[in-house]
């Protein structure tokens, strides 16, 4: 049977009308939208996705796309970013130089910020021309690559970007978290790909063998199950034999494994070699596995790729298929895959490959005791930590698996197990495997290390008591080296900062200081100064607060977002400011999360609520992104009296909520008094005085009020619920607490100017009222001046001073309107009409939910910037906030506004009047 000559299979799109025709309609929406989509192929290995995504991808070339195909490779699905590096590196117009991605991973290890810096460089070719990234075989995307892909498609949903991947069906596999994390904010289409029909198997028979195929021959295609690459297998098998009937070999059916036993034994065993090297191979790696010259090979190589087993895409050579290298792979025995897999990691680190590179090849081939299998792991670890902590753990505990039974290997590698743990935020497994450890009886010193270790997890766990009776117990127990001493002793500061002794905390906190400094140990430096912050913060003592945290950013510049929230605390705002913009330019180098609680602190205190909701609602968002939540139970308390100020009670109850789920999973006193100040906030609210007293009440359980510096800024709203609720005692204690507060922070007018205000309240006296307005006159708190503003008008009001009372109220009213605190507003003003003031009511007026009006005054700016044609980073740069920030407000921005794409705002905003147009 002579074939027709025609391509095979048609292009292998026989039978995949249907689907190929979803996918079309997808292109075309993101280039006449200019908005984003995502698309997921399925189906078992043969099936056909591979070629459809080529399909898809060369039809988006045509229609003017830019575009980049890579694939993962479950040998390799350990290094950092390899999997989607392949599609931005390969195209006509890669996005990125191998160079430039090179130095991304190299100087900068936040997960979240080289991911951006991705973004950045995939939204600016998007505002030229529409981009199509694919991605093959999903299922084995490393992890980092896995991060991205959750995030990257819902963060350039408004550019004209297509992403196309293609797994197999896992119902919990990375394409379906992936997908997962686009529901709803993009177009989504899935395109499930089952078994040919049989019609389209003979189609394929036709292009291949032309239209005269036998019966018998359709008889045995069935045995492909309609499997397109299968059945393509099975005829070029026929195409190339010389075969009747009677002699077909039954193993043809099998397809692929009677192909390969057609092949001189030598090309046979050099292609074995290359599939335990993984689906992309080099040429010299292989030889040197085979134990023979390259030269020799070539024969074997040309075999090879003349019966269309391998492609040579000029730097490696690649299986055509990777059920091609699942065959040739499962022919080899299973012990001596082992062997091989142990001589490949010998041979990539001999040639002088990252250690990351070879851990594949140790994963399959170690066996217990391979100390150079632990040394490759632990390097591997090491190299990969930064940016993917959770693969190295894993990569740890395997090490420790591998580790000798006994001698000191086995618990050098498990401490760094515990670290690597710790920073994944896996901290119970670290516990646990710190635990395992210390229950073999370790040497003094080694107990020592380990108990020190395992500071971090307990730390993060809210465990600060076990914290401290471990680190005691290991100091009691001696043997450990100078800076293990050292750090045990800082741990032991750092746990009794949340004790309700803070003079014993601070005093041990300076001795470990001293200790530190004398030995010169960087992490006892970094505990001991962390737990002096800690210490002199709950104590109320500001100033040194700032102190601690200013020299702990000098040493470790991660710590700068502390640094600025210390300067909040005493109202130093500018020098905030200088920080945040310093922590800009920086980059990678700082906690992005942590950076936006402190941009948060510091647009709230500066009454920016709109501005504050952006930023803790964008550090929420990336706190989800790298699983680690800090300050979300914070954040959401925050947000939540935000809305009541705002006077959406819906999002305020919905944000109480949130911060109980929260305090439910991290119960320490300090997030407790948070939730409970906010229930009593929300009960005084609803008009219930008396739950709102005994929310306060509970606060004082958990400690002085004054204790939990999120609260300290609104003593004064404790008092007034002790007051309404007739509790006099428990306001004159509150009144007192604020007073010594102002005492240890006398240069601090927020401090002196509401202390004065809690006993203005108490007393009911005007005169001491109008003192902590002249006070709060230095703040630059504009809500905590038009509270004072407010109170002071309330009680000039029962004096029957009316005109000053009415001045007093209407500046207070002003100030809360200015802030964007509409419900605060309006409850002064109809304050203001009882005593016959003047009605303004235009000033409390909320912005509607949708349209252009519905903008703040920041969102109304990036989208002007947006339609100008910024990208988020340039929009970022001119309003010198965080792309982060620009994100969460052009999320905002598109919901508002109805819109999916930048286009489409571009278009919305060169259609305003030019009288809106020129306004903000």
């Not at 059920?323 to 025995?333: E, N």
């Amino acid at each position: 049977m002579a074939g027709s000559g025609s391509p095979l299979s048609h292009r292998g799109l026989r039978g995949r009308e249907a689907e190929l025709a979803r996918l079309q309609a997808l292109i075309t929406s993101v280039a006449g939208t200019g908005s984003g989509g995502l698309a997921l192929i399925q189906g078992e290995p043969g099936i056909g996705k591979t070629t459809l995504l080529a399909e898809a991808a060369a039809r988006a070339a045509a229609a003017g796309f830019s575009v980049g195909l890579g694939k993962a490779d479950e040998l390799h699905h350990i290094v950092p970013l390899s999997s989607l590096a392949a599609s931005i590196l390969r195209g006509d117009r890669p996005l990125l130089s191998g160079d430039d991605l090179a130095d991304l991973a190299r100087n900068h290890d936040q997960r979240i910020w080289l991911v951006e810096r991705l973004a950045e460089a995939i939204e600016a070719r998007a505002t030229d021309t529409p981009v199509l990234i694919g991605l093959d075989d999903v299922q084995w995307a490393d992890a980092l690559s896995r991060f991205a892909l959750q995030q990257l498609p819902t963060r350039l949903r408004t550019s004209p970007v297509l992403w196309m991947l293609t797994g197999r069906r896992e119902p919990a596999g990375p394409a379906e978290e992936i997908m997962a994390a686009a529901a709803g904010n993009l177009p989504t289409v899935t395109v499930s790909l089952g078994p040919l029909s049989d019609a389209a198997i003979g189609q394929l028979a036709d292009d291949t063998l032309g239209p005269a195929v036998d019966a018998w021959v359709r008889d045995l295609l069935d045995g492909a199950g309609g499997n397109p690459f299968l059945a393509v297998e099975m005829l070029a098998g026929l195409r190339t034999a010389d075969v009747s009937q009677d002699v077909v070999p039954s193993r043809l059916v099998v397809g692929v494994r009677g192909r390969l036993r057609s092949l001189q034994p030598g090309t046979l065993r050099f292609l074995q070699m290359g599939a335990v090297l993984g689906r992309r191979f080099d040429f010299e790696d292989a030889a040197a596995l085979c134990d023979r010259p390259a030269a020799a090979l070539l024969p074997a190589l040309e075999e090879a790729v003349c019966a269309g087993l391998l492609d040579d895409d000029g730097d490696h050579l690649v299986f055509r298929h990777d059920l091609l290298r699942q065959a040739v792979y499962a022919d080899i025995p299973p012990s001596a895959r082992k062997a091989l897999h142990r001589e490949a990691a010998r041979r990539l680190v001999t040639a002088g490959r990252q250690p990351i590179d070879a851990v594949p090849h140790i994963l399959r081939g170690a066996v217990p005791g391979d100390e150079e299998a632990v040394a490759l792991l632990r390097r591997a670890a090491d190299d990969v930590l930064a940016v993917t902590p959770g693969p190295a753990a894993d990569l740890m505990l395997r090490a420790l698996e591998l580790s000798p039974a006994a001698g000191k290997l086995k618990f050098e590698v498990g401490e760094q197990t515990i670290l690597c743990l710790t920073r994944a935020g896996r901290n119970r497994e670290a516990l646990e495997t710190g635990d395992r450890l210390l229950a073999d009886r370790p040497p003094l010193e080694t107990f020592g290390r380990l108990q020190s270790a395992l500071g971090g997890a307990l730390w993060t766990m809210d465990h600060a008591e076990e914290l401290r009776r471990r680190a005691e117990a290991a100091l009691a127990a001696g043997g450990s080296a100078p800076e293990i001493c050292a750090r045990l002793a800082a741990l032991r500061a750092l746990a009794l900062s949340r004790g309700r002794d803070l003079a014993a905390a601070r005093e041990a906190g300076e001795t470990a200081l001293r200790t530190a400094t004398a030995i010169g140990d960087r992490e006892a430096h970094v505990l001991a100064l962390s737990g002096l912050g800690e210490t002199a913060l709950n104590a109320g003592e500001n100033a040194v607060a700032l102190q601690r945290f200013a020299a702990l950013s000098t040493i470790d510049s991660a710590f700068l977002p502390e640094e600025v929230v210390a300067h909040v605390h005493v109202d130093d705002f500018a020098s905030g400011e200088r920080l945040l913009l310093r922590a800009a330019d920086r980059g990678g180098a700082v906690r992005q999360a942590m950076l936006l609680w402190a941009q948060g602190q510091h647009d709230l205190g500066l009454g920016r609520l709109d501005d504050a909701e952006a930023d803790f609602v964008t550090m929420e968002r990336l706190e989800d992104e790298v699983r680690v939540p800090v300050q979300q139970l914070n954040g959401r308390v925050i947000r939540s009296r935000i809305a009541l100020l705002r006077g959406n009670r819906e999002a305020a109850r919905e944000h109480l909520l949130a911060a109980r789920e929260q305090l439910a999973v991290k119960p320490n006193p300090g997030n407790t008094a948070a939730v409970r100040f906010l229930e009593a906030v929300h009960a005084e609210a609803d008009g219930d005085v008396a739950l709102a007293v005994d929310r306060i009440r509970r606060v004082q359980q958990q400690g002085p009020f004054m204790r939990w510096r999120l609260l300290r800024d609104w003593v004064d709203a404790a008092v007034r619920m002790s007051l309404r609720g007739g509790e006099q005692q428990l306001a004159e204690d509150l009144a007192a607490q604020a007073e010594a507060h102002a005492g240890r922070n006398p240069s601090v007018p927020t401090a002196t100017g509401i202390a004065a205000q809690a006993r203005g309240l108490v007393r009911n006296d005007p005169a001491v009222l109008e003192h902590a307005v002249e006070l709060l006159g230095a703040s630059p708190r504009p809500l905590a001046r038009a509270a004072a503003q407010a109170d002071l008008g309330l009680a000039l009001l029962a004096a029957g001073r009316r005109s000053l009372a009415v001045a007093a109220l209407a500046h207070a009213r002003d100030t809360f309107a200015e802030s964007g605190a509409h419900a605060a507003a309006a409850h002064v003003q109809r304050a203001l009409e009882g005593a016959g003031g003047e009605s303004r009511r235009a000033a409390t007026v909320r912005r509607p939910v949708q349209g252009w009006g519905a903008l703040t005054t920041s969102e109304e700016k990036v989208a002007r910037l947006i339609a100008q044609g910024h990208t988020n980073r340039s929009a970022a740069d001119v309003l010198v906030v965080s792309p982060h920030t620009v994100n969460t407000h052009l999320t905002s921005v598109f919901r508002k506004l109805s819109i999916g794409s930048r286009v489409q705002l571009a278009n919305l905003v060169a259609s305003l009047p030019e009288a809106r147009e020129g306004a903000g």
